[in-house]
């Protein structure tokens, strides 16, 4: 009995030490976690301080109308981003029309249909695309694709659109090959391994027994995936399409080869266009004056509230689903 008694207190102390290393590890990782989420703010801070700062000279010369006007003139001095923004806006927002739902159907193919023995070389080739340098989907859009859009694609389009209003000034000629429509063809297979990866693992965090329960009753693979594989990752599938999405914003070198780097803005789809990466890519090094470059980084700044307000748009829609579901 003594022995015990005089064991305790060196337990009690034993247990005191665990518990205060436990304490101290869990304050470091706190601490850590909590300097690396602020840098993140810092960084950003900084960033959009910076490019607020160098774009003040172009900003209060022009005021409103530099969001509003099409003119970009470096030898008279004037400058609009109209014309960038609507190639940044129109070149993603097909991307993403094109690359959202083959990533989704490959991602559920993977999944739900695909032979067991083929899913890994077709998932790992489909990955495999994420990793080629973008400079090499630039070559290959001038080089391969724009060719063979102007010869055989883009003709046959005109002409089965031509007399169709509405269409006919979409799918205007001359095809010249490069043009807002193959940007976007190049930017949609950029981005769709992002989609179909990420979309991919996150249908695999679906629990099995929801899918064999939902078999059970009698639904078919297209009623599983659309009523419970879907709705259960739909955040996860969000956050794809906004990776694939700010990856096509912020694309520079593959666009640049194949837009044609025209600032004007026109209704079709095969015109020669630009985009805010695009022109900064193509006339930083060349600006002369500091109103041509302040110019040129408040294209950066536009570029950067245009991506977080639609990055911010999307965690709103999905807070509203969240509430409307209840989750």
Same mark, same amino acid.
């Given at each position: 009995?003594?022995?015990?008694?005089?064991?305790?207190?060196?337990?009690?102390?034993?247990?005191?030490?665990?518990?205060?290393?436990?304490?101290?590890?869990?304050?470091?990782?706190?601490?850590?976690?909590?300097?690396?989420?602020?840098?993140?703010?810092?960084?950003?801070?900084?960033?959009?301080?910076?490019?607020?700062?160098?774009?003040?000279?172009?900003?209060?010369?022009?005021?409103?109308?530099?969001?509003?006007? +099409?003119?970009?003139?470096?030898?008279?001095?004037? /400058?609009?981003?109209?014309?960038?923004?609507?190639?940044?806006? !129109?070149?993603?927002?097909?991307?993403?029309?094109?690359?959202?739902?083959?990533?989704?159907? @490959?991602? @559920?193919?993977?999944?739900?249909?695909?032979?067991?023995?083929?899913?890994?070389?077709?998932?790992?080739?489909?990955?495999?695309?994420?990793? @080629?340098?973008?400079?090499?989907?630039?070559?290959?859009?001038?080089?391969?694709?724009?060719?063979?859009?102007?010869?055989?694609?883009?003709?046959? @389009?005109?002409?089965?659109?031509?007399?169709?209003?509405?269409?006919?000034?979409?799918?205007?000629?001359?095809?010249?090959?490069?043009?807002?429509?193959?940007?976007?063809?190049?930017?949609?297979?950029?981005?769709?391994? /992002?989609?179909?990866?990420?979309?991919?693992?996150?249908?695999?965090? !679906?629990?099995?027994?929801?899918?064999?329960?939902?078999?059970?009753?009698?639904?078919?693979?297209? +009623?599983?995936?659309?009523?419970?594989?879907?709705?259960?990752?739909?955040?996860?599938?969000?956050?794809?399409?906004?990776?694939?999405?700010?990856?096509?914003?912020? +694309?520079?070198?593959?666009?640049?080869?194949?837009?044609?780097?025209?600032?004007?803005?026109?209704?079709?789809?095969?015109?020669?266009?630009?985009?805010?990466?695009?022109?900064?890519?193509?006339?930083?090094? +060349?600006? !002369?004056?500091?109103?041509?470059?302040?110019?040129?980084?408040?294209?950066?700044?536009?570029?950067?509230?245009?991506?977080?307000?639609?990055?911010?748009?999307?965690?709103?829609?999905?807070?509203?689903?969240?509430?409307?579901?209840?989750?």
């Amino acid at each position: 009995m003594s022995a015990v008694q005089e064991a305790l207190p060196a337990v009690r102390g034993s247990r005191d030490a665990i518990v205060r290393r436990f304490a101290l590890t869990d304050a470091i990782f706190h601490g850590m976690t909590r300097a690396a989420a602020i840098l993140v703010l810092v960084l950003l801070g900084g960033v959009a301080i910076s490019l607020f700062a160098g774009s003040w000279q172009a900003l209060s010369t022009f005021g409103f109308s530099f969001l509003t006007s +099409e003119s970009w003139n470096p030898v008279t001095e004037k /400058f609009g981003a109209l014309a960038p923004i609507y190639g940044t806006i !129109v070149t993603s927002a097909i991307a993403i029309l094109i690359a959202v739902p083959l990533g989704i159907g @490959i991602a @559920i193919f993977l999944t739900e249909l695909c032979p067991r023995p083929l899913r890994r070389p077709i998932g790992m080739a489909v990955e495999l695309l994420a990793g @080629i340098p973008s400079i090499i989907y630039g070559i290959w859009g001038l080089f391969v694709l724009a060719p063979f859009l102007q010869t055989t694609i883009q003709p046959f @389009i005109i002409s089965v659109f031509h007399g169709i209003p509405g269409l006919n000034s979409l799918f205007a000629g001359p095809p010249y090959g490069i043009g807002l429509l193959t940007s976007s063809l190049i930017l949609a297979i950029m981005v769709l391994p /992002f989609i179909t990866s990420i979309t991919k693992d996150v249908f695999d965090t !679906v629990p099995p027994v929801l899918k064999e329960s939902a078999y059970g009753i009698g639904c078919t693979t297209w +009623e599983v995936t659309r009523r419970v594989v879907i709705p259960y990752t739909r955040i996860g599938i969000m956050g794809g399409v906004m990776l694939g999405l700010g990856r096509a914003l912020g +694309e520079t070198m593959a666009v640049t080869f194949v837009i044609g780097n025209a600032h004007r803005i026109s209704t079709s789809l095969f015109a020669p266009a630009t985009t805010i990466s695009a022109t900064i890519a193509n006339e930083f090094t +060349e600006a !002369v004056g500091d109103l041509y470059t302040s110019s040129l980084v408040a294209l950066g700044l536009i570029l950067f509230v245009i991506t977080f307000l639609i990055l911010a748009i999307a965690r709103y829609m999905l807070m509203r689903i969240d509430a409307r579901t209840g989750a």
